[in-house]
């Protein structure tokens, strides 16, 4: 069947069942387990109306037990356990031979790294371009500029960006523009940049910033356009400064949104995988957690160290999802 037919197929199928669960479950309700009718209509309605919400989340509730919860438990399951060994229990080898790797800690380290640089830089661009597209007529056309990267799948901007480090031999006409300015203005031969080590890392980074500015700057953005004008105003009257008013008025009255932003971009820092998978694949001294998890395995076949490092992952991002939430609650009361 033609791809297209297949998805149009899927999309009617899957509405139908929707369409279809909602109303049977509806008459289901209605008419055999409380009927609005008989002595006791009242109490039947009742009950029916507290049940019915309940119908509504099922699918959704069903779907995130099925697709979460199972394989978070069967997960912690296999990190106990040996593929070797016919999947008998091991209780913490896995670890301890996780933890045993230099490659593990590596990535570890690459993986703290990306945490203080990426939230920071993409933050701080972001909060910069929300603050200086305000301030100019073709504001809008900029925002959109900026923000079209987000657009792009990571796999494709690491394909973008992997073209833009590209480096052909000395001698050749180089595509990549990084390597053509540079033998432009140095004299020099091209050079390899993804294979400096350390460096490396850096240039991965470069990506995930890239796309995650427009993000940063079109929620900072809102956040600036919600302070009241008179805090503003009277700072003015009081003969502040531009940068005193942005510093010292603006930013402590949006430090909430900012570290919602931070935390945001902090959580896809510590699953980030389609990077590295696509420009390195961890090699050269650019190894993270997630791209470590899927080398044990699917390369290696070691369900066991692989099913412990997606524990560690687990571990290190449910902290901050956790203060993510209670953050969001706390403003909406």
Known sequence: MHPALLGLLTIVIGVGACLAYFYFSNMLLDRVLFPARGPNAGRNINRANMVRPWLFLFPALFALTLYLAYP???????????????????????????????????????????????????????????????????????????????????????????LVYDARPEGSEQIGVLNAVYVWLSGEGPVQWLTIPFWNNFFLMIVLIWIQTGFAMVILSAALRGIPEETVEAAIVDGANPFQIFFRIKVPQIMSTIMVVWTTITLVVLKVFDIVFAMTNGQWQTQVLANYMYDKLFRANDWGVGSASAIVIMVLVTPILVWNVRNARREMR
């Open 72 to 162: 978070v438990i069967e997960t912690l399951r296999l990190s106990f356990t040996s593929r070797a060994q016919g999947g008998a229990f091991v209780g913490f080898d896995n670890y301890s031979r996780m933890m045993a790797e230099p490659k593990f800690w590596e990535a570890m380290r690459n993986n703290m790294l990306w945490l203080v640089v990426v939230p920071a830089a993409s933050t701080a661009f972001g909060l910069l371009a929300a603050q200086l597209t305000d301030r100019i007529k073709w504001g809008n056309i900029a925002k959109s500029l900026i923000f079209m990267p987000m657009a792009i799948s990571f796999v494709g901007a690491a394909v973008i960006w992997k």
